[in-house]
């Protein structure tokens, strides 16, 4: 007798497409084994962690998700673009999950609180069908832009277009300039998947960690620390305490000794009018230091 076969679900399916092209992302950085590595390559992983993470910190996060500033359409859509090369999905999926993040943070409720445990916090929550799709209701400012539902709806093409490009960048520097000693697999290798893993992971560690390790300014009331290391690697996350305090400010690194990458990088985007009414600190971030009694935090996005 034959065995009961039954086709897999709809659900199943969404399942595996989900979370196949992840865990092959991981094992193509087993690809350096064979690729090598080179100077030129190395450079090139750092610029592509360097760009997107800029676009995840600054623009997903920051812009999409709390309005931290103002800036063109051309620009939001550019850095949405890069953003997605990321493969963190589109901006409306992103900060319409992190909007609920804020409003349920370390609640039953939030999908990706370390209260759940490290694993789900840090990976498992995105890989699961109910998390498959965003509660656009909460992002309805910038779902009324085409192009960015647009983009929400085929993200994956923006990955794929971005290792195909490395691809060919390498292929082109190993025949007219051979001197630098690379290929467009080794280009691929470090330059998307490496680039990509690395960037991925490091992000999600502010998910995992910045609710777990670290130090607390303010008393919020979700579990949320400031971490200098998480800070650096993150171009300014790590700074997460201040954050929750007052999410609205494009600054997270409230003081001058708190190093935050992607604030510098706004603030000289302003400089030349490519961005513009970027919030600061609100005052009651620097009085709430002085205080015995926390001062209410700041109800924001």
Same mark, same amino acid.
């Given at each position: 007798? /034959?065995p009961?076969l039954?086709?897999?679900?709809?659900?199943?399916?969404?399942?595996? /497409?989900?979370?196949?092209?992840?865990l092959?992302?991981?094992?193509a950085?087993?690809?350096v084994i064979?690729?090598g590595?080179?100077?030129?390559?190395?450079?090139?992983c750092?610029?592509m962690?360097?760009?997107?993470?800029?676009?995840?910190?600054?623009?997903y996060?920051?812009?999409?998700?709390?309005?931290?500033?103002?800036t063109?359409?051309?620009?939001q859509?550019?850095?949405?673009?890069?953003?997605?090369?990321?493969?963190?999905?589109g901006?409306?999926? !992103?900060?319409?999950?992190?909007?609920?993040?804020?409003?349920?943070s370390?609640?039953?409720?939030?999908?990706?609180?370390? &209260?759940?445990g490290?694993?789900?916090?840090?990976v498992?929550?995105?890989?699961?069908?109910r998390?498959?799709?965003a509660?656009?209701?909460?992002i309805?400012?910038?779902?009324?832009?085409p192009?960015?539902?647009?983009?929400?709806?085929?993200?994956?093409?923006?990955?794929?277009?971005?290792g195909?490009?490395?691809?060919?960048?390498?292929?082109a520097?190993?025949?007219?300039?051979p001197?630098?000693?690379?290929n467009?697999?080794?280009? &691929?290798?470090?330059g998307f998947?490496?680039?990509?893993?690395?960037?991925?992971?490091?992000? /999600?560690?502010?998910?995992?960690?910045a609710?777990?390790?670290?130090?607390?300014?303010?008393?919020?009331?979700?579990?949320?620390?400031?971490?200098? /290391?998480?800070?650096?690697?993150?171009?300014?996350?790590?700074?997460?305490?201040?954050?929750?305090?007052?999410p609205?400010?494009a600054?997270?690194?409230?003081? !001058?000794?708190?190093?935050?990458?992607?604030?510098?990088?706004?603030?000289?985007?302003?400089?030349?009018? &490519?961005?513009?009414?970027?919030?600061?600190v609100?005052?009651?971030?620097?009085?709430?230091?002085?205080?015995?009694?926390?001062?209410?935090k700041?109800?924001?996005?």
């Amino acid at each position: 007798m /034959l065995p009961n076969l039954s086709l897999p679900t709809k659900a199943q399916l969404a399942t595996a /497409l989900h979370i196949t092209p992840f865990l092959l992302m991981h094992l193509a950085c087993l690809g350096v084994i064979w690729v090598g590595v080179s100077p030129i390559a190395v450079l090139v992983c750092a610029v592509m962690y360097g760009l997107r993470m800029f676009s995840i910190t600054a623009f997903y996060h920051r812009y999409f998700s709390h309005k931290a500033f103002k800036t063109s359409r051309a620009v939001q859509f550019i850095f949405a673009i890069i953003g997605a090369s990321s493969t963190q999905k589109g901006p409306l999926w !992103w900060a319409a999950h992190h909007r609920h993040h804020h409003r349920h943070s370390d609640t039953k409720e939030d999908q990706h609180s370390p &209260l759940h445990g490290f694993f789900q916090s840090h990976v498992g929550w995105f890989l699961q069908p109910r998390n498959f799709s965003a509660p656009y209701d909460l992002i309805k400012d910038f779902a009324r832009f085409p192009e960015l539902r647009w983009l929400d709806r085929n993200h994956v093409l923006i990955p794929v277009f971005t290792g195909a490009a490395l691809y060919v960048l390498g292929s082109a520097l190993a025949a007219y300039a051979p001197s630098l000693e690379t290929n467009g697999f080794q280009m &691929l290798v470090w330059g998307f998947f490496i680039s990509t893993v690395l960037s991925t992971h490091i992000t /999600l560690m502010i998910n995992s960690l910045a609710h777990v390790w670290g130090s607390r300014r303010y008393n919020t009331k979700d579990h949320s620390r400031n971490n200098w /290391l998480l800070a650096l690697l993150t171009f300014g996350e790590g700074w997460h305490n201040n954050h929750h305090f007052f999410p609205a400010s494009a600054r997270q690194g409230f003081f !001058w000794w708190e190093i935050d990458l992607s604030y510098y990088v706004l603030k000289a985007m302003s400089a030349v009018g &490519l961005i513009w009414d970027v919030k600061p600190v609100h005052q009651k971030a620097y009085q709430a230091v002085h205080h015995t009694t926390p001062i209410k935090k700041e109800n924001t996005l």
